[in-house]
Nanobody, 124 residues
């Protein structure tokens, strides 16, 4: 397993942008599928974006497609989530997650390691 630490959350006006970072420990970061999930109060944790370990392919939830971009820097053991055109509905705690190799997955139960989460608040 890897240890994950998120940063970059905060409060922003609707239409604004934030960039989340997730730093991972260990030397095999490039072998992990890296995902971002979010969870709002009273709701289930939901998939946001994924960067695959093979070819760094990217996948997005429909709700964020065209507004959010996931990227990774394997040399820095870090995955990013650039969030643009933020909406109040994007308000959540955002979690970074890692899944060692394997098939593409977007379900929280399929991920092995989780960060502590970072709060994103979008106000109108």
């Amino acid at each position: 397993q890897v240890q994950l630490v998120e940063s970059g959350g905060g409060s922003v006006q609707a239409g604004g942008s934030l960039r989340l970072s997730c730093a991972a420990s260990g030397q095999t970061f490039s072998s992990y599928n890296m995902g971002w999930f979010r969870q709002a109060p009273g709701k289930e944790r939901e998939f946001v974006a994924l960067s695959s370990w093979i070819g760094s392919k990217t996948y997005y939830a429909d709700s964020v497609k065209g507004r959010f971009t996931i990227s990774r820097d394997n040399a820095k053991n870090t995955v990013y989530l650039q969030m643009n055109s933020l909406k109040p509905d994007d308000t959540s705690v955002y979690y970074c997650a890692a899944r060692y190799r394997g098939l593409i997955a977007t379900t929280p139960a399929d991920f092995d390691s989780w960060g502590q989460g970072t709060q994103v608040t979008v106000f109108s």
